[in-house]
């Protein structure tokens, strides 16, 4: 008996051995701070969170730069996910707008070429010498490449302390580098159309709490007002916090708190999410206490917004405008938005990794967005409803002016209706050729929208 039993307890152990030795071949034990290491790492993480899980290759090969191993892990379709040093923290660099406060485009026209001021950032050196968008540009620093040249340039351009701006009409504005940081909300407008309707005007440059106040601001003086209709103007708002994304919802629409207003579908590994209007506000930074009842209280309240929207508009900003359209009316005038539906989550290497090696962040994306209705799928933008481009006619206005091509267009709409604006256009009549738009300084890049994960 006893020898049978030694048997069998040598059997196990034998089984045992093997099964060990097995784990142990398709997990081997990689010194902390290697490339292997962190790679098997950034692999059990793409393998629990990336919404893509599924694709990732069967076998996967640890030996090359982390950098290089995480790429080879993602799907053709996934534009955005990315993996940065754990020490960084700036993802967008310098830009002419948060350096110098302004940005132009470069346009072709009749044969000719002409550049000119797009943006200026109020409060900036610019705004307060004079500087406007519509002037036209005629050298930064004594010159101005054509089209083909111009990115290159403007890199070594955005690292001089200080240039030289030179304006068509002669003057000349000299800007110094800066870190500019734009307010949220520009300075609200109110227009009165044709049939007498008073319009409101509000343009936010990104989604940040720290414009929570002024946008309150805003909404009290349209309210004097009487406004009855809105437009929103978003054409460059890159996205940021989705908590302040249901803050500006909840103060221009007619909703309730706890209406659906997002879906968050994520892979077979994590939980699919749903929020309200209310759960998400209350994901607001510290150091803010708006809830949702007071501020749909002190909101418009509004059943139709024209939202103006272009490939500059992105992440939350489209978000707002796919997640609102289950409750309100949204007519969205201008172009096709920049298409980032997805959510990400930001992974840390630990100690025990990475050791004394340096560390990484990565960021996949692990949720598609969608609406209360599951609408969403807009990786190629959200299409406008009325197609235009703020460069249809030049000069450009600021923002807010009643000339500018997109409020035109919007405050056109209110007073006639889209196949009245088409009914002008004859058949014989002269249309003027619109400009073609050779460079934008202002570069296409959409903020992240983080979300916390829930396993199953």
């Known amino acids: 008996m006893f020898v049978r039993g030694s048997n069998r307890c040598a059997v196990l152990l034998i089984c045992m051995l093997l099964l060990a030795t097995s784990c142990k071949k398709d997990a081997p034990d990689f010194p902390v701070g290697s490339s292997e290491a962190i790679n098997r790492w950034i692999h059990d993480q793409m393998e629990q969170y990336y919404y893509w899980s599924s694709a990732l290759p069967a076998a996967a090969n640890f030996d090359q730069l982390p950098k290089d191993f995480f790429q080879s892990l993602l799907v053709k379709e996934d534009r955005f996910s990315n993996m940065m040093p754990s020490g960084k923290t700036d993802t967008y660099g310098t830009t002419l707008l948060n350096t110098f406060g302004f940005d132009f485009m470069q346009f072709k026209r009749e044969n000719a070429t002409v550049s000119l001021i797009s943006h200026v950032v109020p409060g900036s050196t610019g705004d307060r010498l004079g500087l406007q968008r519509g002037d036209t540009l005629q050298h930064i620093n004594g010159q101005l490449p054509t089209e083909n040249r111009l990115s290159s340039w403007l890199q070594q351009a955005t690292q001089q302390t200080s240039i030289l701006l030179t304006l068509a009409n002669g003057t000349i504005y000299t800007l110094p580098a800066a870190y500019i940081s734009q307010p949220v909300i520009y300075p609200s407008e109110m227009f009165m159309t044709d049939r007498n309707n008073k319009v409101g005007y509000i343009f936010l440059s990104h989604f940040d709490f720290s414009g929570g106040y002024d946008l309150l601001k805003a909404i009290v003086k349209l309210q004097t007002n009487g406004v009855q209709e809105l437009i929103l103007d978003l054409r460059y708002n890159s996205g940021g916090s989705v908590a302040f994304a249901a803050f500006v919802a909840l103060a221009l629409a007619d909703i309730q708190p706890n209406d659906v207003f997002v879906h968050y579908k994520g892979n077979g590994h994590l939980q699919n999410l749903q929020e309200t209007f209310a759960q998400t506000l209350a994901r607001q930074p510290d150091g803010y206490n708006f809830t949702a009842s007071d501020v749909r209280q002190k909101g418009l309240g509004l059943q139709r917004l024209l939202v103006l929207g272009t490939g500059h508009t992105a992440s939350a900003s489209e978000m707002l405008i796919n997640n609102l359209r289950p409750y309100v009316e949204v007519v969205h005038i201008g172009g096709s938005t920049y298409g980032k539906d997805m959510a990400s989550t930001t992974l840390t290497t630990p100690a025990p990794v990475v050791g004394t090696a340096p560390g990484w962040h990565i960021v996949p994306m692990i949720y598609k967005i969608y609406n209360a209705q599951h609408q969403g799928e807009y990786a190629n933008g959200l299409q406008p409803q009325i197609k235009k481009t703020e460069h249809s006619a ?57 979300i916390q994960t829930i396993k199953k």
């Not at 009643?402 to 889209?418: I, W």
């Open 394 to 450: 030049l000069p450009l206005y600021p923002f807010g002016d009643q000339r500018d091509a997109l409020v035109a267009e919007a405050l056109a709409h209110l007073a006639y209706g889209k196949a009245q604006i088409k009914s002008e256009i004859k058949p014989g009549l002269n249309v003027p050729t619109e400009p073609q738009l050779l460079f934008q300084s202002a570069p296409y890049q959409a903020q992240p929208i983080e």
